[in-house]
């Protein structure tokens, strides 16, 4: 495999936020990722815009903006969105408005699409490159990362914007709750050219199935 390097971290996560503290004292295992609904403010885009969004696209609008702002990372960038259960919120919400009354409201289907983290994000900042969403294989987050460096091991792209993120999965959903209920986002920059303070990669191998794994080792 081509070597490939994985730069300009950023993530968010409930009880963490932006302290680099906490986080530190996360990978130590002296604080947890609260299982709650608590969300990036976002103060720094239009009221109209946020007053909508989910926990999962706050998110990952947060940790893009925050990538592109410790960054000189060119807006024609094409990004790639992996989530293993997307707007789960939105859609439980879609399912039971179908079931009890038979349809389905425009205005909150067009907020809980696959895509609806990512494309928020583009707009937010005027992103051009484009973007890609990737749901993983058997829920592996390492198939779908492999798919997102594709085009940076063929080398059709010198760099590619990597974004995860998945919200908290609600009480409603009972037993079907799967057992890593972690709210998450996180951003980084995928490139064939070495960058500072970046992280080598020449095989998959330390790409683990889990995000929140995936996540240690880069923060490691």
């Not at 300009?8 to 130590?28: M, R, V």
């Not at 885009?45 to 960054?71: A, D, G, Y």
């Not at 807006?75 to 989530?83: A, D």
């Not at 063929?154 to 760099?159: L, R, V, Y």
């Amino acid at each position: 495999m081509k070597e490939i390097y994985i730069s300009s971290i950023t993530k968010w996560a409930p009880g963490l936020t932006d302290d680099e503290t906490l986080w530190q004292n996360w990978l130590n295992g002296d604080a947890q990722i609260e299982q709650s609904k608590e969300s990036p403010k976002l103060e720094y885009t239009e009221p109209l815009f946020r007053r909508r969004l989910s926990q999962i696209t706050k998110m990952t609008v947060h940790v893009v903006h925050s990538l592109l702002e410790k960054t000189d990372i060119s807006k024609e960038t094409k990004l790639v969105f992996i989530s293993l259960r997307g707007e789960i919120e939105r859609e439980f919400t879609i399912n039971k408005g179908i079931i009890e009354d038979g349809m389905i409201l425009p205005a909150g289907f067009s907020l809980s699409v696959f895509n609806t983290p990512i494309s928020s994000a583009t707009l937010a900042f005027g992103l051009k490159g484009g973007y890609s969403v990737l749901y993983p294989s058997k829920n592996d987050f390492s198939e779908a990362f492999k798919a997102a460096a594709a085009p940076v091991l063929a080398g059709t792209e010198k760099q590619v914007i990597l974004v995860y993120a998945d919200e908290l999965v609600p009480e409603c959903y009972g037993d079907k709750r799967p057992a890593e209920n972690i709210p998450l986002a996180f951003a980084c920059v995928i490139s064939a050219e070495k960058k500072e303070n970046c992280i080598y990669l020449d095989d998959f191998s330390a790409v683990e199935k889990s995000p929140v794994e995936f996540l240690r080792f880069l923060l490691k």
